[in-house]
Each structure stands twice: as C-alpha cells, then as structure tokens.
C-alpha cells in the first residue's frame, strides 16, 4: 500500500505563493503519473498538473504559466510551486498517483489514479 503525505497549504493574499508537497516513501517504479488535483466546495474534482518519470509535465489551461509541477525522484516527492495565486484557486489540493502507468491525454482523468493523498487546503483572499 502506497502512502501519500501531502505538506504546504495555507492562506495567502491574491498575487501571493503557496508550495506543496506529496511525499510517497517505499515505492519504485519504472513508470508512473503524479498530479496534483484539486475540488473547490460545490464542484468537481479537477486536474491541475501532472509530471511523469522523465520529468515531462502537463498543465490544466486555467494555471499554466503561474504553477510548475517538479519532483525529486531521490526523495520520492513531487511538488507544486503555486505563484500568481488567485481566489478562484482557493480549494482543497489532492496528490494522486498512477503508478505503473503513464500521464499522456488522460492525467486529468480522476479514475486513473490509485493512490490519493489526505489533501491539503489553499485558500486565497482578494
């Protein structure tokens, strides 16, 4: 059973920046799709960005070029440098794991993913 430990949510004012944390100790493998989602109250549960083994990335349209996804593969940990932050970001943040798997058209699919974690709160004031 793979565990992951969300870490870095917070409140900040608009224009501000937040970095999380998804730690997943005890596990290796040769494929994979980490992502970050996220489920603000009354609505769906969406993908915000995703990054595989190479490193190759994807981004939901509505945060790209102010979030950037990185991982250290030597701590087993990816991250989400939040920047430019926006009250519309303000929602319950949810790392999510694919392992064996790959990202490709489908990491923002919810279902994909095995492994979630706890979740870890954004909030942004105006």
């Known amino acids: 059973q793979v565990q992951l430990v969300e870490s870095g949510g917070g409140s900040v004012q608009a224009g501000g920046s937040l970095k999380l944390s998804c730690a997943a100790p005890?596990?290796?493998?040769?494929?994979?799709?980490m992502s970050w989602f996220r489920q603000a109250p009354g609505k769906e549960r969406e993908g915000v960005a995703a990054?595989?083994?190479?490193?190759?990335?994807w981004y939901a349209e509505s945060v790209k070029g102010r979030f950037t996804i990185s991982q250290d593969n030597a701590k087993n940990t990816h991250y989400l440098q939040m920047n430019s932050l926006k009250p519309e970001d303000t929602a319950m943040y949810y790392c999510a794991a694919n392992l064996g798997g790959d990202c490709n058209a489908v990491w923002w699919v919810s279902q994909v993913y095995t492994y979630w974690g706890q979740g870890t709160q954004v909030t942004v004031s105006s």
């Open positions: 005890g596990y290796s493998y040769s494929r994979y799709c």
């Open positions: 990054i595989d083994r190479s490193g190759r990335t």
